[in-house]
């Protein structure tokens, strides 16, 4: 079996990360890739920043700064917040000539072999100022489910919605204004070649997509499939390197793969591997498993537009595994930073433990609903299900320490096994899930809880204990490094003595942080 590339598509460089995107695709993320290679596997993590979207423009007008500012001040505090919060990958995308590099040589190619098409294409139009409206410039309501939004990725249902699609669309620069709808030639990726493939690829994945995902593929095939833009007529983005579409850019959506292929290189890089082939890892011959991690709202730029480019390119491996999320709320209500309705990463880990904060957002992740944060909830469910209960535990194995190697039963040997089982449906790429993940390691803990140790059975705990720190590991991040010698999972549950350690304690607070 090859590597396993995890990939967590890079935020919109316009912004610091707050809960929800690390109680969705990010933390996920991280706890997949350290789960996986806790059990051996070889494992490559990449992320990063999306810097080419023209929300970066929008938002820069509303903050008074430059687009080329906003983006590189938003991929530092990205960074910064990954790290605060323990989510830590191996590659990290930036903007600089290498990313420019991959983008185009990617696009030539699907240019080069025939894939692209040059279409009269329709966008609102205003004629007073001359300029094109795409995504975050137009607003208007989306043609399928009739929410109210920008063009590009519908948040409400998925849908990628075409801006000449829109309905009532109006500029949000200059709403004002009127608009028209103009055509203009740009090259596509006509979707709609690729059904045959795509249906069979999405057959075989059908058994583990998530709801909304698997509504989105069935609505999207039972219609014809849109010619998804490659280039676009604005100014802010790469420049497209085609003679036909001169002054035009690269569709900033449709840089999924490339992105893709950069992460995972850079991931490779870090570990000591040379600089080469941007899709070497991605290779059919490689034999990668892939799994990403991202919001149901980008499911169409990378599950179906992502999916056709790799299928009309050939050679490279499809990925084995969407993990998508819903929306995640704070205190009932959406995450808002131009509302001052935000929380971000960095705050909440001034305050709290990070492994409170990755327990907390992990329990109440939006695998496949949407759920909310209250800190109020989050103190009292910390409290009550990981603090008192491990600290309880860990004073009661410590009990133990002046005994030397104690014995392990035959029994424990069978619980553990069944033990690693658990975690191991909730962790797993195939079926991952990490509200599942939390449940198991609140239920495992509980149990651990309950036992009234004696001396004849002080090694089962110590076994039972030891075993289960390993696997609440990938969340419990800071605790496993302080009471674990290595973070390995055994494959198999052999051991016929342990040896009793000190074991840390958790706290509710920050050491001089928070309240």
Same mark, same amino acid.
């Given at each position: 079996?090859?590597?396993?590339?995890?990939?967590?598509?890079?935020?919109?460089?316009?912004? &610091?990360?707050?809960?929800?995107?690390?109680?969705?695709?990010?933390?996920?993320? &991280?706890?997949?890739?350290?789960?996986?290679?806790?059990?051996?596997?070889?494992?490559?993590?990449?992320?990063?920043?999306?810097?080419?979207?023209?929300?970066?423009?929008?938002? @820069?007008?509303?903050?008074?700064?430059?687009?080329?500012?906003?983006?590189?001040? @938003?991929?530092?505090?990205? %960074?910064?917040?990954?790290?605060?919060?323990?989510?830590?990958?191996?590659?990290?995308?930036?903007?600089?000539?290498?990313?420019?590099?991959?983008?185009?040589?990617?696009? %030539?190619?699907?240019?080069?072999?025939?894939?692209?098409?040059?279409?009269?294409?329709?966008?609102?139009?205003?004629?007073?100022?001359?300029?094109?409206?795409?995504?975050?410039?137009?607003?208007?309501?989306?043609?399928?489910?009739?929410?109210?939004?920008?063009?590009?990725?519908?948040?409400?249902?998925?849908?990628?919605?075409?801006?000449?699609?829109?309905?009532? +669309?109006?500029?949000?620069?200059?709403?004002?204004?009127?608009?028209?709808?103009?055509?203009?030639?740009?090259?596509?990726?006509?979707?709609?070649?690729?059904?045959?493939?795509?249906?069979?690829?999405?057959?075989?994945?059908?058994?583990?997509?998530?709801?909304?995902?698997?509504?989105?593929?069935?609505?999207?095939?039972?219609?014809?499939?849109?010619?998804?833009?490659?280039?676009?007529?604005?100014?802010?983005?790469?420049?497209?390197?085609?003679?036909?579409? +001169?002054?035009?850019?690269?569709?900033?959506?449709?840089?999924?793969?490339?992105?893709?292929?950069?992460?995972?290189?850079?991931?490779?890089?870090?570990?000591?591997?040379?600089?080469?082939?941007?899709?070497?890892?991605?290779?059919?011959?490689?034999?990668?498993?892939?799994?990403?991690?991202?919001?149901?709202?980008?499911?169409?730029?990378? @599950?179906?537009?992502?999916?056709?480019?790799?299928?009309?390119?050939?050679?490279?491996?499809?990925?084995?595994?969407?993990?998508?999320?819903?929306?995640?709320?704070? &205190?009932?209500?959406?995450?808002?930073?131009?509302?001052?309705?935000?929380?971000?990463?960095?705050?909440?880990?001034?305050?709290?433990?990070?492994?409170?904060?990755?327990?907390?957002?992990?329990?109440?992740?939006?695998?496949?609903?949407?759920?909310?944060?209250?800190?109020?909830?989050?103190?009292?469910?910390?409290?009550?299900?990981?603090?008192?209960?491990?600290?309880?535990?860990?004073?009661?194995?410590?009990?133990?320490?002046?005994?030397?190697?104690?014995?392990?039963?035959?029994?424990?040997?069978?619980?553990?096994?069944?033990?690693?089982?658990?975690?191991?449906?909730?962790?797993?790429?195939?079926?991952?899930?990490?509200?599942?993940?939390?449940?198991?390691?609140?239920?495992?803990?509980?149990?651990? &809880?309950?036992?009234?140790?004696?001396?004849?059975?002080?090694?089962?705990?110590?076994?039972?204990?030891?075993?289960?720190?390993?696997?609440?590991?990938?969340?419990?991040?800071?605790?496993?490094?302080?009471?674990?010698?290595?973070?390995?999972?055994?494959? %198999?549950?052999?051991?016929?003595?342990?040896?009793?350690?000190?074991?840390?304690?958790?706290?509710?607070?920050?050491?001089?942080?928070?309240?």
């Amino acid at each position: 079996m090859g590597a396993l590339l995890v990939v967590a598509p890079g935020p919109t460089a316009n912004g &610091d990360l707050h809960l929800g995107h690390l109680a969705g695709p990010f933390l996920s993320a &991280d706890v997949c890739a350290r789960y996986a290679r806790a059990t051996g596997r070889d494992t490559l993590f990449g992320t990063g920043v999306h810097f080419t979207q023209n929300y970066i423009v929008t938002t @820069a007008r509303r903050l008074g700064e430059r687009p080329e500012e906003l983006r590189l001040r @938003a991929a530092e505090q990205v %960074e910064a917040t990954l790290a605060a919060a323990g989510i830590v990958p191996d590659g990290f995308v930036r903007f600089d000539e290498r990313y420019l590099k991959t983008v185009r040589t990617f696009f %030539e190619r699907l240019h080069g072999e025939g894939h692209l098409r040059l279409r009269e294409v329709r966008f609102p139009y205003l004629p007073d100022t001359g300029e094109y409206l795409t995504d975050a410039y137009v607003r208007g309501g989306c043609p399928v489910c009739l929410a109210e939004g920008c063009a590009g990725l519908c948040e409400n249902c998925g849908h990628w919605i075409a801006s000449g699609e829109l309905l009532d +669309p109006r500029s949000t620069r200059h709403p004002e204004l009127a608009v028209e709808l103009r055509e203009k030639e740009v090259l596509v990726l006509p979707l709609e070649e690729h059904r045959a493939a795509l249906a069979s690829y999405f057959a075989r994945l059908a058994p583990t997509m998530r709801p909304r995902l698997a509504q989105l593929v069935e609505e999207l095939m039972a219609r014809r499939l849109p010619d998804y833009p490659i280039t676009l007529p604005i100014d802010w983005g790469i420049p497209a390197p085609f003679a036909e579409t +001169p002054g035009q850019v690269l569709y900033s959506d449709t840089e999924t793969v490339a992105w893709s292929l950069h992460t995972i290189a850079l991931a490779a890089e870090s570990r000591g591997e040379v600089p080469g082939d941007e899709e070497r890892h991605w290779a059919l011959e490689a034999g990668p498993e892939i799994a990403y991690f991202f919001g149901s709202d980008a499911s169409f730029a990378f @599950a179906l537009a992502g999916t056709a480019m790799l299928l009309a390119l050939g050679g490279l491996a499809l990925p084995a595994h969407f993990v998508t999320n819903e929306f995640y709320e704070l &205190d009932s209500d959406k995450f808002s930073t131009s509302r001052g309705h935000v929380v971000t990463g960095r705050q909440l880990t001034a305050e709290v433990p990070r492994d409170l904060a990755r327990y907390y957002l992990a329990a109440t992740g939006p695998d496949f609903q949407r759920t909310n944060f209250t800190r109020a909830a989050m103190d009292r469910v910390c409290g009550q299900r990981l603090v008192e209960p491990w600290n309880r535990v860990a004073a009661k194995a410590e009990a133990h320490l002046d005994r030397g190697p104690l014995p392990v039963s035959a029994r424990s040997r069978h619980a553990a096994a069944l033990l690693a089982e658990r975690f191991a449906a909730a962790l797993n790429p195939r079926r991952f899930s990490l509200s599942a993940a939390a449940f198991t390691l609140t239920e495992q803990l509980g149990r651990l &809880d309950r036992w009234e140790v004696t001396d004849a059975d002080a090694g089962d705990f110590w076994h039972e204990l030891d075993l289960f720190l390993r696997c609440a590991a990938p969340l419990l991040v800071d605790l496993a490094a302080e009471g674990l010698p290595d973070a390995a999972i055994p494959a %198999e549950h052999t051991a016929t003595t342990v040896q009793p350690r000190p074991l840390p304690r958790l706290a509710t607070r920050v050491r001089g942080g928070g309240r």
